[in-house]
């Protein structure tokens, strides 16, 4: 039904689930679907969150700038475009260089490490860390 498989990420959110993440063709242009935490999805549709950061499974790598995204959590939706895409090695070089409130509202570097360390295990950071700089789409 045009529908693809980009990923499929297990204990990516909870230890004993896969997460998929699914695009679908529209008109030969792909729209990605990245699923995004509740909390999260409103920061980022308030802008009081402009920094989405992810590890660099091939699906992520893949991502371009100008590319539009729909972010989607259990309850609502919205549809972004990726305005700049910046590359790390890990996510110390990342912190180091990027405002911590912007990727968590409300937290310091210490605190937005340690949440990124509780969802990303070691080998899955080693992959690369991307951080897309998005802006909501009305």
Same mark, same amino acid.
């Given at each position: %039904? ?6 499929? @990420? ?12 699914? =695009?679908? &063709?529209?008109?030969?242009?792909? @729209?990605?679907? @990245? ?5 999260? %999805? ?11 950061? $992810?590890? +660099? ?9 100008? &590319?539009?995204? !729909? ?14 895409? $910046? ?6 070089? @990342?912190?180091?260089?990027? !405002?911590?409130? =912007?990727?968590?509202? +409300? !937290? ?8 990124? $360390? ?21």
């Amino acid at each position: %039904l045009g529908w693809s498989l980009d990923a499929a @990420m297990p204990a990516a959110y909870h230890p004993n689930q896969i997460t998929q993440q699914w =695009s679908y &063709e529209l008109g030969g242009n792909l @729209m990605r679907t @990245m699923r995004v935490k509740n909390h999260f %999805l409103d920061a980022i549709i308030k802008g009081s969150k402009p920094l989405e950061v $992810r590890v +660099g499974y091939d699906n992520i790598k893949n991502i371009r700038k100008g &590319e539009r995204i !729909k972010l989607a959590s259990h309850s609502q939706e919205q549809i972004v475009s990726i305005k700049d895409i $910046r590359i790390y090695p890990n996510f110390d070089a @990342m912190i180091d260089q990027e !405002k911590a409130s =912007s990727i968590v509202p +409300g !937290k310091n570097k210490l605190q937005v490490l340690w949440l990124l $360390r509780e969802i990303y295990k070691p080998e899955r950071e080693a992959l690369g860390v991307y951080v897309f700089e998005m802006e909501p789409i009305n």
